[in-house]
């Protein structure tokens, strides 16, 4: 199941940006397929990883 849990908005000098953010149930493992290194990491340990000001916001959202 997919939910919603808000939207952050960012202003830049020439465009407005927003982010949508979801929370999503997943049966079975899911593994990234970028080239960016990742990891799986619980809500509480959020806080321990160093983010911009919006994925902070993201990482808070997550949090509640």
């Known amino acids: 199941s997919l939910m919603s849990l808000g939207k952050i908005k960012r202003n830049y000098t020439n465009h407005l940006e927003a982010l949508h953010v979801f929370f999503a149930v997943v049966n079975g493992p899911v593994s990234p397929t970028t080239g960016w290194r990742s990891?799986?990491?619980?809500?509480?340990?959020?806080?321990?990883?160093?983010?911009?000001?919006?994925?902070?916001?993201?990482?808070?959202?997550?949090?509640k």
């Open 39 to 63: 990891e799986w990491v619980s809500k509480k340990d959020l806080k321990l990883y160093p983010f911009s000001s919006a994925h902070a916001k993201i990482a808070e959202l997550l949090s």
